[in-house]
């Protein structure tokens, strides 16, 4: 993957209410998206380190830096990204 940039456009109005309660808007949602990667990542080892270690297939040794952890995870065939698996979960309730 290439490295996501995103645009955020926010009017005058909203720039007004937004710096009523922080000091830097960029910094802000800089600072939000950190957080969020931070949680998603927290999530995403907590649930793969119990999936690999119950897999009695697996026999390689769990990563320990966050590149390679997410390389090995999301390269196997039951990795699935949160839409593939809302598209799962929406199928089942059209059959």
Known sequence: MATLTVTV???DTDQAVLLNDILNID???QEAVTGKINGCWKRMREEWTTKLMDDESFT???PSN???FVTLVTA???YQTRAEK?????ATRSD
């Open 27 to 29: 910094t802000w949602v």
């Open 86 to 90: 809302d598209a799962a979960i929406e």
């Open 60 to 62: 390689d040794a769990i």
């Open 9 to 11: 456009t926010v009017d």
């Open 76 to 78: 196997r065939d039951d």
């Open 66 to 68: 966050k590149a390679a």
